[in-house]
């Protein structure tokens, strides 16, 4: 079954950065859509950026320009790499592998931004 795994979160101060990682266990033969949401204390889920298996990038427009979604097929790996962070950019991140007939959700990784 497939497993995904964030990491890279934690507590950063206004303006730094942060590298997300979503570690996916699985098929390594195919490629599939990737994408970040994520919830903040309060408000819904919300859709942070989006990577196809063609290499198309999303992004909301709260994160554009300072946010970038990628990947590493030989990894198995996704990645959020996050600049000029803002306080408003705190949330519990998601890494969402969509499939055919379903999604798979990791568990989710803190980040908080914050002096």
């Known amino acids: 079954q497939v497993q995904l795994v964030e990491s890279g979160g934690g507590l950063v101060q206004p303006g730094g950065s942060l590298r997300l990682s979503c570690a996916r266990s699985?098929?390594?033969?195919?490629?599939?859509?990737m994408g970040w949401y994520r919830q903040a204390p309060g408000k819904e889920r919300e859709l942070v950026a989006t990577l196809t298996n063609g290499g198309s990038t999303n992004y909301a427009d709260s994160v554009k320009g300072r946010f970038t979604i990628s990947r590493d097929n030989a990894k198995n790996t996704v990645y959020l790499q996050m600049n000029s962070l803002k306080p408003e950019d705190t949330a519990v991140y998601y890494c969402r592998q969509y499939n055919t007939y379903r999604s798979f959700w990791g568990q989710g990784t803190q980040v908080t931004v914050s002096s």
């Open positions: 699985g098929s390594i033969f195919r490629s599939y859509d």
